[in-house]
């Protein structure tokens, strides 16, 4: 199910957001903390109304989306003193199900989570990594077309992040998945696309299958401040950005022309620098660029 989020407003929390996304792909919604990512999913979640706009969910045949969606807050809460079976089952009866049918249902979504084997223990003795699965797991109990995930990897250690992430990467055939994240690392390895906000507004989205060569050039020096002071001045159109022990130059993509002007100001200049590498821009820099101008 393809959405279409159009003109989307909600108060000063988000204002003016348009995006496309696609069905049978994983997209990654970023930006910093307060960007408005949060308030973007629970609108497309109806769980908050818009002030203005509209999101349309294509091919959708029932008025009430919500049975198309399925919603994963950012700090789930469960009834801790249940079990994983009892807990699904409770849910799956909410949503309707007969208490059979709620109890395979429940069954069949624990062994998706792989908690098959912690079906039968009280959700309390459950690690951060295993909510997240059970929290996963319950916004599939109405089958959604749709899943929207408010950071189901941040608070994860990297053993249990993989786990997640990989269960996303088998969730994908016939949904929809948007799920925010700050962890641009992970991101870049399952998503098909990302969305970037910043400040309440949607800044930037694209694919993460592009064919086109951006590169960022890193240059490791210990004078980080002045080089970056002196690029500046000579490119005021590139994005530069200083990290602790080096300068990135954040282009698409550097012509050989204005690589070697630039080993002209290093030589120049008299810098000394431990290394020079041209890599392949990742979801960090698109981030970086984004939020520091
Ligand atoms: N219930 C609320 N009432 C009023 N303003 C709110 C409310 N919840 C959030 N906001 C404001 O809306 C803006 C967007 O918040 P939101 O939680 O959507 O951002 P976020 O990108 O999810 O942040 P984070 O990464 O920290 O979770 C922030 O300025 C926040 O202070």
Redesign the pocket.
């Known amino acids: 199910m393809n959405i279409k989020v159009i003109e989307l407003s909600k108060?000063?929390?988000?204002h003016h957001v348009n995006a496309y996304i696609e069905t049978n792909q994983i997209t990654a919604l970023i930006?910093?903390?307060?960007?408005?990512?949060?308030?973007?999913?629970?609108v497309m979640a109806s769980l908050l109304k818009p002030t203005s706009g509209r999101i349309e969910f294509e091919g959708a045949m029932k008025k009430d989306i919500r049975s198309y969606i399925g919603f994963l807050p950012?700090f789930p809460s469960f009834h801790e003193w249940m079990t994983g079976l009892e807990y699904l089952t409770h849910v799956g009866q909410l949503v309707g199900l007969k208490k059979q049918n709620a109890v395979r249902k429940a069954t069949d979504l624990l062994t998706l989570v792989r908690l098959e084997e912690s079906r039968g223990k009280r959700i309390e003795s459950y690690s951060g990594g295993m909510k997240q699965r059970l929290g996963i797991a319950q916004s599939l109990v109405n089958n959604p077309k749709v899943l929207l995930l408010?950071?189901p990897v941040s608070a994860l250690d990297p053993k249990a992040r993989t786990e997640v992430m990989e269960l996303l990467l088998t969730l994908k055939k016939d949904r929809t998945i948007i799920y925010?994240t700050?962890v641009l690392h992970d991101a870049e390895q399952v998503s098909d696309a990302y969305m970037l906000?910043h400040k309440?507004q949607l800044i930037e989205t694209g694919s993460l299958h592009s064919k086109e060569e951006d590169y960022v050039l890193e240059i490791e020096t210990a004078e980080c401040e002045k080089l970056e002071a002196e690029l500046k001045t000579v490119y005021p159109k590139w994005c530069i950005t200083r990290g602790l022990n080096h300068v990135e130059i954040n282009i698409t993509p550097t012509k050989v022309r204005e690589d070697l002007m630039l080993l002209s100001i290093l030589e120049k200049g008299g810098y000394s620098f431990d290394g020079i590498r041209k890599r392949k821009k990742t979801l960090e820099d698109i981030f970086r660029k984004a939020v520091t101008g």
């Open positions: 108060g000063s929390r988000i930006g910093e903390n307060g960007a408005g990512k949060t308030t973007l999913l629970q950012q408010d950071e925010s700050h906000m309440g």
